[in-house]
C-alpha cells in the first residue's frame, strides 16, 4: 500500500472516485479541499476478525459491505475506467474556517468492501495527514465524527474529545500535530455516552457501545512512515 497526498486545499487536487465504492465521491471531485489517499491492493491479512469499527468523518458509518459483483450498472456515458484506480481510501481537508492553524477533516472515506476487516485503513490516513501537516506549518488537526465507530477509530490516531459538538450533532475530536492527545477513560466514555443517548442507533452500534461500556480507550496506530 503507498500513502500518498495528491496537494493542498490552496492546489485544488480533484479525485474521481467511484461513488459506488466510496460514501461521499462526490465531494473530491468539487475541490476547494486538500486530498490525501491510500493506494494499492489490501494487505490481505487482515488482523483482528472481532474488530468492527469503520474506519472512517463526515466519515463512512455503515458497518456492511457490498461485494463488487453486486455493484449497480453504470449509465451509459460513464465507465468504470473513468474512476482513479486502486483507492483504497481517500481523506479532503482544509483549514478550520475560524482557526488557520488548525487542519480540518472534511471528509474520510474507506472503500466499502474494505470497512471494519481490521486493517485500521481510516486512522492510518489520518495518522498519515497529521505527519504531513506538521512540515506544513499547522499546529492541530481536527475532525467532526457522527458514529460511535468513527469516534472509537480516530483515538488510535491520537485524537480525543473535546466535549464539543457542530451543529449537525457531530462530536469534535481534535490533537496537536507534534504528539497524540492523552487520552483518559472518562473522556472517552464521555463521548460514547453521547452515542448511547441517541435513538435510532443501529443493532451493531448497540452491540459496539454495549461491548466498550466502562472500557479504556484503544491503543495508537504505530507511526506511518511518509511514503
Known sequence: MEFALLGW???????????RRFSYAGKF??????????RGEPDGSATEANDTTTDDSSTDDDSETD?????ASLPDGLEASDFADDILAAIAFSPDRTEPSTLKIRYLTVRDDLRGDGQQL??????????????AGYDRIA?????????????KAGFTYTDRETGLAELVLDRSISEPAIASQS??????????????????????????????PPGLLSAIDDP
Open 67 to 71: 461485494n463488487a459483483d453486486t455493484l
Open 187 to 216: 473522556g472517552y466514555q464521555r463521548g460514547l455516552d453521547v452515542f448511547r443517548d441517541r435513538e435510532g442507533l443501529s443493532t451493531a452500534e448497540n452491540e459496539f457501545l454495549g461491548d466498550h461500556s466502562d472500557a479504556a
Open 122 to 135: 481510516g486512522p492510518k490516513l489520518v495518522a498519515f495527514l497529521t505527519s504531513q501537516a506538521a512540515a
Open 9 to 19: 486545499a490552496a492546489a485544488n487536487p480533484s479525485l474521481r472516485l467511484d461513488y
Open 143 to 155: 475532525i467532526a465524527v457522527n458514529n460511535a465507530f468513527s469516534y472509537h477509530a480516530l483515538y
Open 29 to 38: 471531485v468539487t475541490g476547494g479541499t486538500g486530498v490525501a489517499v491510500i
